[in-house]
């Protein structure tokens, strides 16, 4: 017989219970007012063994209907106000052995049990219960006594014939139906029994004793017996000791419809215990897998801690039979029970569940066979559609907010879903796939899902594997793809992502195999965005611009896509303009810059353009980039843009007219370039906005200095005279950069160093007044940091706007300024001193000095000679200082 459980009384109402006070659910008590319904599926009398049970009252008690089409019962435990008379053994059956367990699942042979068994009849007689049933058996443990008629015949559980309705019932005996309530039944108690239990000794107890209310559909014999006894009063109904009333048993007969007669009765503890062989296991799992398909069942049978406990245990229980039902029914129960978001809580707090799961969807738990030869073979037990129940079932988990963080914490179902994603099968497949998509929307789960060896080249290699040239993406590439996405968001997770093994080429695989039109579209559009999110890595724009095939993907996507994906294509190409040493490459390839003037040409609708405009205005940063760019007609298109724009920069739309202008302030600062800005009318364009206080005229006023620095008419000095206010943000913008941070409208690495150097050098170079206002200490002081960054002391490391021992170009740039500036100050050699203090000029020695003799091959000779320049021009001021002060000293001393 199964292990004695503690079961509640209760009245059933329809599928539900009532409990007064306390409504256990996994184990944890609530309280609620009264007649507030409990379905039977979720009562766990042990979850509240520790502290006595709070017990209804007849009038706070309703009746239930079961949904299976039984007649329902009403069991009610009280205390007896005296001893009953002498107990009535019941006689053992011989033959009758059950198979007992000492946990769910774990069957084994238990000793012969004496249970009450029901007569036996014949095998086409109907049962109360259903039609044919089997031989369910209630078990009172114990002694039991009968008052006022005698026990039946004891007859076998192993009867095939067994019935829970005797021979002699007649036709007119009426059957309360499923819309009976309790009040209807209560009349209808037809006996009581006296239930004795003892004590561990042995003996009996006052305390001990029970009466149990039955009707009809409880009777262990037909009609014509002795009157049925009083209806007890509400004074005899006390508080027993325990709540442990009933075990049951059941036959190899028994069906599905039986054990749902007694789940319906809140017997469900007690009916999991009494499933004691394979095949009874299999028909309670078949039963949960039923209840857990009703959506309005599902939280109960999940808030239940022994349901999910038995369910759990069958999944790991080591059959020899590889197509065990119990486990696949036990894997699509808890599959179901994930369909609604309510179960979560209860699955996710269930010790162990996820990593069971974990196990099936792997296809454990598994045997290992070792063959006559000594070659041991490890078998998996769980069946194809129980792995597949599983896999879905940590999916649907995944769905959930609160889960995911937690669900990533646990490294086997990681790694389950890594492996089952490595398999062939596709449906279970697309299940792990999702699930690893679902986990990788939590930014907290990246180092978890990156730390799981082998996942991330997973989830290339699905990509790869799922997209055919003939049918294109499915469903599990764009998971996959948005997998990847995910995880290459975070700055720190790009190049690991990208060094992974697989990844690139299997996202350049989905780039090739699929097109703008149909279902692959959006899985195109997801390879794009991670290849997008990979490129914005400073680590990954060179090897990523170098990786074979890819560029030629990339341009294939721009001319072929209208759509999002060619959006982030332009993005890639944006990236790899950013990187400086990027930016003479990309021009010369040849085939980059005719599709970026053409989308800057032809697609005004779309952000396509904007990116384009963008990665053209950086490529123009290098000088080496400035002629090709005009051979290439890029200069056209975005004056067109300008003009569309308007001369009010507070009205423009978008981000794509700021970039032209960005892109006119870096091509200007090409000699070579000059000319043509100058006859495309550029200067004239920009004038309006010079006047402005606002962050375009910062830029404008830039590129106007540039395009006029060779000028000397009276309407350049005009000109000049409008970007004169604009002088004190033109110096801002040099000392920002240097210290590595933005200013008003815009951020740190938007201006490369050169640009405001070379601005500086430019308003050097022009008219007196133009040097009177940036001839300052802290623009030399400016001046000064680029050229010790550059080659004092073996010069500094750069950043990523330029600057350090590496950008020549800076540092040439600081030298015409403070040869400009430092020639104004000191118009000749020995006339004057710079106005800035000893300090100052010691520094500014050093400097020059060092540029003088750095082995920068790359420096020009006429820069070294403008060093020299400004070093003698200091010297001499310093040298006239020195003079000064001796001829003082001697004058002084005459004085004497």
């Known amino acids: 017989m199964a292990t004695q459980t503690q079961t509640q009384p209760q009245q059933m109402n329809q599928n539900s219970v009532s409990l007064e006070g306390t409504h256990v659910e996994n184990g944890t008590n609530s309280t609620q007012t009264p007649n507030t319904t409990v379905d039977p599926l979720s009562i766990d009398p042990t979850a509240t063994a520790s502290s006595p049970p709070t017990w209804a009252t007849q009038q706070e008690r309703s009746s239930i209907v079961s949904p299976v089409g039984r007649r329902p019962s009403s069991i009610q435990v009280t205390h007896h106000p005296h001893p009953p008379p002498p107990p009535r053994q019941s006689q053992p059956l011989p033959h009758q052995i059950s198979q007992g367990s000492d946990e769910f699942g774990h069957f084994q042979q238990n000793s012969a049990t004496s249970p009450i068994s029901f007569p036996s009849t014949d095998s086409s007689t109907t049962s109360p219960l259903s039609p044919g049933l089997s031989s369910p058996i209630v078990s009172i443990p114990r002694q039991i006594t009968a008052r006022n008629r005698p026990l039946p015949p004891l007859g076998s559980v192993l009867d095939n014939n067994t019935s829970l309705e005797s021979e002699d019932e007649e036709d007119d005996d009426v059957i309360p139906g499923l819309d009976s309530t309790f009040e209807t039944l209560d009349s209808a108690l037809d006996e009581t029994v006296d239930v004795v239990t003892d004590d561990d000794d042995g003996s009996v107890s006052s305390g001990s004793i029970r009466l149990i209310h039955r009707n009809s559909a409880f009777d262990l014999e037909g009609d014509g017996a002795a009157p049925a006894s009083p209806q007890p009063t509400r004074a005899a109904m006390t508080s027993p000791m325990s709540p442990n009333s009933i075990l049951l048993s059941f036959g190899p007969n028994t069906t599905v419809s039986d054990l749902k007669y007694f789940a319906e009765r809140g017997c469900i503890v007690a009916l999991l215990q009494a499933l004691t062989t394979p095949r009874l296991v299999t028909l309670g799992t078949r039963m949960l897998a039923d209840y857990a398909k009703m959506s309005d069942r599902r939280v109960a049978v999940a808030s239940n801690r022994r349901i999910l406990e038995f369910v759990q245990r069958t999944m790991m229980q080591l059959s020899q039979e590889a197509d065990w039902l119990g486990r696949e029914y036990a894997v699509e129960t808890v599959r179901s029970l994930t369909a609604t978001e309510e179960s979560d809580r209860y699955l996710m707090s269930s010790p162990g569940l996820l990593n069971t799961l974990a196990l099936v969807a792997r296809g454990g ?67 792990a796939t999702t699930c690893i998509k679902n986990l990788s929307n939590a930014d907290a789960n990246d180092g978890a899902l990156l730390g ?37 968001i975070s700055k720190s997770n790009k190049h690991r992502v990208f060094r992974t093994r697989g990844v690139m080429d299997a996202l350049m695989t989905v780039l090739e195999r699929t097109t703008a039109q149909g279902p692959s579209n959006e899985a195109r559009i997801k390879a794009c965005s991670a290849l997008s999110n990979l490129a914005i890595g400073y680590d990954n724009k060179i090897p990523m611009f170098a990786y074979s095939g890819f560029v030629d993907a990339i341009l294939n996507v721009i001319q072929t896509d209208s759509g999002e994906a060619r959006t982030k294509a332009c993005s890639i190409l944006w990236s790899f303009a950013a990187e400086m040493k990027n930016q003479v490459p990309v021009v010369q390839r040849g085939d980059i810059l005719p599709v970026l003037v053409r989308v800057a040409e032809e697609d005004g609708t779309t952000e396509a353009r904007f990116k384009c405009v963008a990665a053209l205005t950086l490529l123009a940063e290098s000088l080496d980039n400035a002629v090709p760019l005009l051979e290439s007609g890029a200069l056209a298109p975005l004056m067109d843009i300008l003009h569309e724009a308007g001369s009010d920069p507070t009205i423009w739309k978008g981000q794509t007219a700021s970039w032209c202008v960005g892109f006119l302030m870096n091509i200007a600062q090409s000699d070579e370039a000059v000319p043509t800005l100058r006859e495309a009318g550029v200067v004239e364009l920009l004038a309006p906005l010079l006047t402005l206080d606002h ?16 000028d000397e008419g009276d309407e350049t000095y005009d000109l000049l005279r409008k970007t004169e206010n604009v002088i004190p943000k033109i110096i801002s913008l040099l000392h920002n950069t240097l210290s590595g941070r933005g200013g008003n409208g815009y951020k740190y690495g938007v201006f490369t160093l050169r640009s405001s150097v070379g601005c500086i050098a430019a308003l050097a170079s022009g008219p007196d007044f133009m040097k009177e206002r940036i001839a300052t200490a802290p623009v030399f002081e400016s001046l000064l940091r680029v050229i010790t960054d550059f080659c004092v002391d073996g010069g500094t490391p750069g950043a990523i706007v330029g600057g350090g021992r590496d950008d020549t170009l800076s540092a040439t740039l600081a030298i015409r300024a403070l040869q400009s500036l430092t020639g104004h100050l000191i118009p000749t050699v020995g006339s004057s001193t710079l106005p800035f203090g000893i300090s100052m000029e010691d520094r500014l020695l050093l400097a020059l000095e060092s540029f003088e003799t750095c082995s920068q091959e790359d420096i020009k000779a006429d820069t070294r000679k403008l060093a020299n320049d400004a070093k003698e021009r200091i010297l001499g001021g310093k040298r006239a200082r020195n003079a000064n002060r001796a001829t003082c000293s001697i004058m002084g001393e005459g004085d004497v």
């Open 365 to 431: 738990p598994f045997i290992t066979h070792v063959s006559e030869a000594g070659v041991r073979t490890t078998v998996p037990l769980a069946s194809e559609k129980a792995r597949l129940h599983s896999c879905i079932a940590i999916m649907n988990l995944s769905c959930g907010k609160a889960n995911k963080i937690e669900i990533a914490k646990v490294p086997d179902v990681l790694e389950a879903m890594r492996d089952v994603m490595l398999n062939n099968y596709e449906e279970a497949r697309l299940k």
């Open 452 to 488: 799981t060896p082998g996942l991330v080249e997973a989830l290339g290699r699905v990509a790869a594997v799922t997209c055919t040239p003939e049918t294109g993406a499915t469903t599990s590439t764009t998971n996959a793809c948005l997998a990847l996405m995910n995880l290459s």
């Open 695 to 710: 962050y375009q005229s910062l830029k404008a006023a830039m590129a106007v200095t540039f395009v006029c620095r060779y």
